[in-house]
């Protein structure tokens, strides 16, 4: 199994707190993988480690078997990345935020024009191509977003919560482009609370849980017969706190 | 629940000093200037008692009134210094307007900077009191005319908060930025005109005027120490309760006002495509320029450092210079001004910088982007301090220092650029994502925002010596040589500032992307 991104003894802390406390996270070449998990799990600075945002306290990350903080060079040209919060150029349009991503990706101004012009056609974005990103909606930005990762044509894509706030006609567009770039043989990962489309997305699933990998596997594996949505409510522990002792004061009487 | 305020307050001044050691010494070095302010101040102010009693009322009353002036103002300049409490965040709290002004108005006394101006104002005590009974209707007055600094200084921003969000206040903001400074230029520019005794007059007269006010009032109950005194306080308090009055009106409607910020037309594709050069330089420059029309704070600072050209013209002709003098230090002034502007280049990004941070593969890169970032400057900066050069030397009376002037001015903006650069990678901060009255800097940045513009700011004035010096006492040629010179110097300034910035990615990416 070739990997396309493979992490050891990933470490991460924020003063006391200890955000990612060990994590190996395997990823293999060509899969579709979804990192999923509880809230402060980890998820958002462990793929802010790996895409070399976010500098770990100890471990090793590597993609393509390139080390991601020694040799960042051969890394950052195979990777594209949607970080969580949709931090984009407010104040450029939404072609514009293309075309200088491309540029500074070092792509021919003509070759990143005809790519850009493409993805806003797919993306359903060529109406609101002249307006400024601060205008755009949730959903805009999540899919210029993915537009500006997919630009330059990377080999893993890496995308935090892709899915949250984008209404489903936006979020079938985004899966629909997802799915074509995976079955070229190219690597998505991406985190997520929602269980039912990482069950029927991904073909490869890490579950996360306080800083920890809990499981890690093939969907399949990883289910084990349940859906994904009982495997990760058993694996991360947290199963009944909503109707048990305390609260008796909630609800109408 | 006001002691709740001024603990949040405290908590969140606390809270944004955990665990980052550069803005625990920035903030440690804020203090340490509040509190010579507040020593140097008191002092000052008490040795108006020397003068003659006339003459000290009008200096007690032109004080009080500045005072109240800079507390309205200066948060207005710098978009709000007291970052912690805009109304909007605790509009969804079950409380009473009354209880969200008397918590506000004590978050607001809290702090260095308004202790430290407190501290200076009980100055007066010693300045301006002539008995018992000054110093005692002094101990009422001055913690009055504290108060009404926090009350004019919130109801102004309070009131304007509407305003300062929307998009096309922004844009009024932008200009009447540019209005306050020349205002504050305004008696400078009057004094240097006139002739000393001229000068002398017109503050006696204006400082008579001013002793009716209600900070003048309170200067007149210190020196008076009698029953007209207390009057006066009567008036100040009543003053002080209709500004809190009309605050509360001013929070009340702000608290339900809602924000119209977000609508916005198409923008024009660009038609320089065939002048910028294609590949990532082009592409910065491309993006930078398009920043500097279009967000704000660029704008903002854009009209300034127009503004400020125009009002060292003045001044400098007003305060007699002559000569080559004339002819280059406002263009000098104007050029370091706008170089040190370049002291944060990140913060405009903010936290957009992990874009260029995914793309960027060697400190090569980064050397770009500051290659962008300081040649978009120069593409505007660089006629505009020629405009300013030239006119300098017409008004000294020689059109062909122009030339000379021209070249020393864009010399000392390339030193400048150099230094801010690194500035930019040693000391970035957090500009707050959106202007409003409330937030300045990312909470306890200030300190780091000063480090930044001061070390930027010595050091390209340390640095230009070797090529102002010969210019000025030997011979002009010499900026020729002040140009190359100021290119080496951003150069070399993008060189170092790559290597380091390269290296601590993860670290400037944070600093500059501070929840604000």
């Not at chain 2, 030397?393 to 001015?409: F, H, I, R």
Request: glycine share 12%; hydrophobic share 50%.
């Amino acid at each position: 199994m070739e990997e396309a991104v493979r992490t050891r003894g990933l470490v991460k802390r924020f003063g006391q707190q200890v955000a990612v406390a060990g994590v190996d996270l395997i990823v293999p070449k060509g899969s579709f993988a979804g990192l999923v998990g509880p809230n402060g799990a980890g998820k958002t600075t462990t793929l802010s480690m790996v895409t070399g945002l976010l500098r770990p306290d100890y471990g090793t990350i590597a993609i393509d078997g390139f080390d991601v903080w020694a040799d960042p060079l051969n890394v950052k040209s195979r990777i594209g990345v949607l970080p969580e919060g949709l931090r984009l150029f407010e104040r450029l349009s939404g072609r514009e935020l293309l075309l200088y991503n491309g540029q500074l990706r070092g792509i021919p101004r003509a070759q990143v024009q005809q790519r850009a012009e493409e993805l806003l056609r797919v993306m359903d974005l060529t109406e609101a191509q002249d307006k400024l990103v601060v205008d755009y909606s949730t959903g805009m930005r999540k899919k210029i977003g993915l537009a500006a990762a997919l630009l330059h044509n990377p080999e893993v894509l890496f995308l935090d919560e892709p899915f949250e706030g984008v209404d489903p006609v936006s979020a079938n567009t985004l899966v629909e482009v997802l799915q074509r770039y995976t079955g070229s043989g190219s690597t998505v990962i991406f985190s997520s609370h929602v269980m039912d489309l990482v069950e029927r997305l991904c073909d490869w699933v890490s579950v996360m849980s306080r800083g920890f990998i809990v499981a890690q596997g093939p969907v399949a594996e990883v289910r084990q017969g349940r859906t994904l949505n009982e495997a990760f409510l058993d694996l991360v522990g947290a199963r009944g706190h909503g109707d048990g002792e305390g609260l008796s004061w909630l609800g109408s009487r | 629940m006001t002691g709740t305020f001024v603990r949040l307050k405290l908590r969140l001044i606390a809270g944004s000093l955990r665990g980052d050691l550069v803005r625990q010494l920035g903030f440690g070095f804020s203090v340490f200037a509040a509190v010579v302010c507040a020593l140097l101040g008191f002092l000052l102010f008490s040795l108006v008692s020397l003068t003659p009693d006339e003459m000290a009322l009008r200096i007690g009353a032109t004080v009080f009134t500045v005072a109240v002036l800079g507390w309205v103002v200066v948060p207005l300049l710098a978009f709000g210094l007291d970052e912690t409490l805009d109304p909007s965040r605790l509009a969804l709290f079950p409380l009473t307007t009354r209880q969200l002004a008397l918590g506000m108005f004590a978050a607001s006394a809290t702090g260095a900077w308004p202790i430290a101006s407190l501290v200076a104002l009980f100055g007066a005590l010693v300045g301006l009191s002539r008995g018992i009974g000054g110093v005692l209707l002094g101990l009422v007055a001055v913690p009055l005319v504290f108060a009404l600094c926090l009350v004019a200084s919130r109801l102004v921003t309070t009131a304007l908060s509407g305003a300062l969000r929307s998009r096309r206040g922004r844009d009024m903001l932008a200009v009447a930025v540019v209005f306050v400074v020349l205002l504050t230029q305004l008696p400078n520019l009057l004094v240097n005109r006139g002739l000393p005794s001229a000068s002398m007059e017109m503050f006696t007269s204006a400082a008579d005027t001013l002793r009716w006010t209600p900070p003048g009032l309170a200067a007149h109950a210190i020196a008076d120490g009698g029953l007209a005194g207390l009057l006066d306080l009567l008036i100040l308090a009543a003053v002080v309760v209709l500004l809190g009055w009309l605050w509360i009106i001013a929070l009340r409607a702000a608290l339900v006002r809602p924000d119209s910020s977000n609508q916005g037309g198409s923008v024009r594709r660009s038609r320089r495509k065939g002048l910028l050069p294609d590949g990532k330089l082009g592409a910065v420059i491309a993006k930078e320029l398009k920043y500097a029309r279009r967000e704000p704070r660029g704008r903002v600072a854009w009209f300034t450092a127009v503004a400020v050209s125009g009002v060292m013209l003045f001044s400098f002709t007003g305060q007699g210079w002559g000569g080559f003098g004339l002819a280059i230090g406002p263009a000098m002034i104007a050029a370091i001004m706008i170089g040190v502007q370049s002291a944060n280049t990140f913060g405009i990004d903010g936290r957009s910088l992990w874009m260029n941070a995914v793309a960027f593969g060697t400190d090569r890169d980064l050397r770009t982007d500051f290659a962008g970032r300081q040649l978009a400057n120069f593409l505007i900066s660089g006629p505009l301090l020629a405009v300013v050069a030239t006119a300098g030397s017409v008004l000294a009376g020689n059109a062909l220092w122009a030339v000379p002037a021209t070249l020393l001015a864009w010399g000392m903006l390339g030193v400048a650029m150099g230094t801010g650069s690194l500035m930019s990678v040693l000391s970035p901060y957090t500009y707050p994502e959106r202007m409003n009255a409330f937030s300045g800097a990312a909470p306890g940045q200030g300190g780091q925002a000063f480090v930044a513009g001061l070390g930027a700011m010595a050091g390209a004035g340390l640095l230009v010596l070797p090529v102002l010096i010969p210019t000025v006492f030997f011979a002009q040629w010499v900026s020729g040589i002040a140009v190359v010179y100021g290119a080496a110097m951003a150069w070399g300034g993008r060189r170092i500032a790559s290597r380091i910035g390269f290296r601590r990615m993860p670290e400037l990416l944070e600093a500059v992307s501070r929840p604000t």
